[in-house]
């Protein structure tokens, strides 16, 4: 439950974070470069997001996709 609260909360800074950089760069330069920027900083946010949430409860990113706990439980199925 932590980490799907962090998640959110990562998710919603960062969607403000790419709406005021997309603003910024429609005002210097263009609407469609401001679209471009926001676009790629909004989904690439979703990534880094998850990332953070990783580093945030486990310290590392060692185990990021969960390898260490599947390989011990199919280890244990195993001897059973």
Do not use: C, H, P
Request: net charge neutral.
């Amino acid at each position: 439950m932590k980490a799907l609260v962090l998640y959110t909360l990562f998710v919603a800074m960062g969607g403000v974070a790419a709406a005021l950089v997309g603003l910024y760069v429609e005002r210097e330069f263009s609407e469609a470069a401001g679209l471009v920027a926001f676009l790629g900083l909004f989904f690439a946010n979703f990534v880094t997001s998850w990332i953070a949430v990783i580093l945030v409860i486990d310290g590392s990113l060692r185990n990021g996709l969960g390898r260490a706990e599947q390989t011990t439980l199919e280890r244990q199925a195993r001897t059973a």
